[in-house]
């Protein structure tokens, strides 16, 4: 059972980028999908994009293409979350979250282990 931790959120200015970092405590890490989300004040829950296990294949949601980049270091356990030009919108708690499995459907977004989220501010 893997756990899983995010970090590198903040207090930002508009227009700055953001790498996100969510580390996992299993050296079967590599064998890990990993997605990440975002909760904004007073919404839902919002899915952003995976990565899957292995070969490393991305998916994003169409609101997320162009200014998120999720990549993985398997060999430090960790999947990173880019994301450039943010907005004073992206102000969100980011999570990342995992599953022992492979994705085989894009966009599937169920997921059985979850971190604590780190929050990213931006200011206008």
């Known amino acids: 059972q893997v756990q899983l931790m995010e970090s590198g959120g903040g207090l930002v200015q508009a227009g700055a980028s953001l790498r996100l970092s969510c580390t996992g405590s299993?050296?079967?890490?590599?064998?890990?999908?990993i997605g990440w989300f975002r909760q904004a004040p007073g919404k839902e829950r919002e899915f952003i994009g995976s990565?899957?296990?292995?070969?490393?294949?991305?998916y994003y949601t169409d609101s997320m293409k162009g200014r998120f980049t999720i990549s993985r270091d398997n060999a430090k356990y960790t999947v990173m979350l880019q994301v450039d030009r943010l907005t004073p919108e992206d102000t969100a708690v980011y999570y990342c979250a995992g599953r022992n499995r492979a994705i085989y459907v894009p966009g599937y977004k169920t997921f059985d282990y979850w971190g604590q989220g780190t929050q990213v501010t931006v200011s206008s």
């Open positions: 299993v050296r079967t890490f590599s064998r890990y999908a």
């Open positions: 990565i899957n296990r292995n070969e490393n294949s991305t």
